[in-house]
């Protein structure tokens, strides 16, 4: 048995060194409570906003870069770098800069900087290619004044400018593709370092042009795609704030003593996609059965447990301008009346269709669409299930109009009540399954239309028209977003998807 | 022996080959990275087009290929569709992490393992042959992500012995380097076990226990190193399965490496980012596969390489 005891000495100390062995990553900065932690599910591939337009990615590029117009936590927007804007005629917008700011690096921020970021987002190769595609170019009228010329009318123009993050011309000509790596802005926050998958530091900037001081001295970001992870690193107080949580971890979260969950009601809206060009659902009211086919209510309680908001109508989002409330009646869950419409329509045993969808992009996406495809079986209607990645999925239905249905989950990335009529309800764009020649019109002259009280009664009859009329859609839910914040911070969700820090401070 | 070593490295040539046609065919069959890049809806056909143009995606598979591969053979791994930065860059972020990863698992592995491999093996039936060959049981069964989740839950979330995800402290390190090293650890276990127990029974080890050697001697001496010859097979085989093995471990624990990189560049269809990933891993599993081989010559002095 002697060597049994000198094989645990050799385990031992092997076990010992593999200890030593282990390097030491970078230290954890700033010790103390100075540091907000928070974990988000996916790394920026690049913090140049023409790059890379991914929400978790510009919740850090937004600490450090600003647009001309910021938008408010509930919907709407207000003047930021902006301070005023006016439409000189339809297709020239003067806006007024705010004087006295500064880039981090000392570059002034004036008329010449608002030029070149222009020029840069209309040439990038980058996502955000086709935002400002309606803008032809710029002229400067004084330092602090700047006209944007527009290619086409656009009264949609002072919601886009909310993501018109304004670059340093010297740097960001000099830095080239490097900016995305060590941005420059005249954010509350300067960029300090990133450790590639590990974490990224940004600093309180203490000659901020603001009224509010940033309120916390330093922000480490890290990422772990794994939902479980990001819930263990709440669960354990490792982080301040947890992006998305999924609804069965809450729990986990609300026993550990050590932190919170916090919701919003997120802008991210459910629908499905009707192919108006082929199949039955050519037929109105082929659509209007799908509609009264869903019971919405039910998937809600039982697969997103209470947490998602329902039965949604129209278009235009609660706290938009143009809300329509109560005028928009969701649509009722009625097999009945759905078996009706199908059998005037010609379809009395229901038909089979196709239905897209993406696995995993979207919380319990699959699984909602199963629960679907069970309900309209129950009317007749047999759902053949064509489950995606999202990479597969969205070239799919992108580039050609595929047949039967496809659920969308979207969410505006401008504050206007127009954001899905541009996307959706004009002719020719790739996911406007919904357009035809009533809606591409309706949507033309409500972007061309500058007074904005006439603008918004077109997009309400627009709504009215699409949600009674036209039926393009099966209008399911808003999405909620979880997450999970710490004890030791005071801090609220807000609707879209950005995280507030200027309201963030230590209990 | 150098000539031998210089033709498997040319050999390798034809493998990376193979393997890069496959991971392009692959992704560029399953979905349009530019669909992806423009999700948003706002941008028009006509963009679109201009984009695949500009990023060569228009031109047939075969020249797309071909323009990697003028460049590969110089050195350069291209551009990434979704970074915008030079391929060689990011992936040289990432290898050092996925090293030291699967580096220390991998000791870990065989630190644990060939004590328990000799020792069930020299104890055969008994109670530590039995926790071994659990042990090992336990080790080759368990799914990865399974076991990664719950030893967050017990050492990270329960006890807060180790940090649960990400690699900002030394011993962030601990809990996916036990993950990950855990199915080697079983495999080599398993096979050290088997074929000791083989050697052990052969004529020469017969003889030597009747000169009246200590048992140490015996199986140190004589059974061990012709014991390891196997053993060796599995360790080469084990560090490539250790890197695929990366992917999932690095991804539950947000650890910054090529498996993590490589999650990220196939949901966004970047192709050239993959390319250069999987380039490298197979570049390093031939590596260890030659490393193997030679390794075989200097354990087992019958086998030379002409």
Redesign the interface.
Known sequence: M???SS??R??GS??IA??L??????S?AAPGGAAARV?LA??P??L?PT???IKTSLVITHTILEALVLNKPDGGFQPHLAESWQAVDPLRWRVKLRRGVQFHNGEPFNADAVAYTVDAFLKT???A???F?FVSGTQKVDPFTIDFVLSEANSNFPATLAFLYVFPPRYHAQAA?EF??RPVGTGPYRFVEW?????MRVAANPTYWGAKRPAIGEIQF?????A???T??A??G?VDIAQNIPPAQIE?IER?GVARIETARSLRRAFIRMNLGNGPTTDVRVRRAMNHAVDVDTIIRVLFRGRAYGRVAGFIYPGFEGYQGDKLQPYKYDPDLAKRLLAEAGYPNGFEITFWHTIGRYALDKESVEAIQGQLERVGVRARLQGM????????I??ERVPGMNFAA?AP?FMTPMYHP???FRN????AYGANDVTTQFVKEAIAETNPAKRLRRLQNLERYIFEKHVPWIWLWDYQDIYAASNRINWKARSDEFLSFEDVSFR | MLAYISRRLLLSIVVLGGVTVIVSGALLL????????????????E??EE?RR??GLDKPFVYQYLDFARGAVQGDMGR?L????SVSA?VG??VE?TL?LSG?AM??AI??AV?VG??SA?RPNTWMDCAGRALAFFGQSVPLFWLG?ML??VF??EL?WF????????????LPAVTLGLLPMARIARVLRASLLEVLGADYCRTAWSKGLS??RV?VQHAVRNALLPVVTIMGLQFGALLGGAVVTE???????LG??S??A????DVPLLRGVVTLVAFLSVLTNLAVDVLYAVLDPRIRYA
């Open positions: 002697k060597h049994t094989l645990l050799v385990t092997a076990l593999l200890a062995l282990a390097p030491l990553g970078p954890q974990v996916s790394e591939r690049s140049d790059i890379d337009t190769r980058g996502e290619r086709g935002w595609s593709a995305g790596t450790t590639r998958g590990n974490q890290r990422w772990a795609p794994d479980s992870a990001r263990a690193l669960a354990t490792e986990r550990s990645e999202a990479g597969a999925y969205f070239s799919r992108s580039s979207s990335l541009l996307i959706e020719k764009l790739p996911y | 399953s979905g349009d990275p530019v669909a992806l890049i423009l999700s948003e809806g706002l941008a028009t056909r963009q679109r984009l500009e990023l990434s979704r970074y915008n930065r990011i972020e990432r992490p030291q220390t000791l870990l630190v644990v004590p000799i020792l020299a989740i967050v839950l990270s979330v807060r940090p649960s995800a990400g690699r900002l402290q030394a011993n962030s390190l601990v048992e140490r199986l991804t539950i624990f947000a650890w910054p490496g993590f990189l999650v990220q196939i949901g966004a269809r």
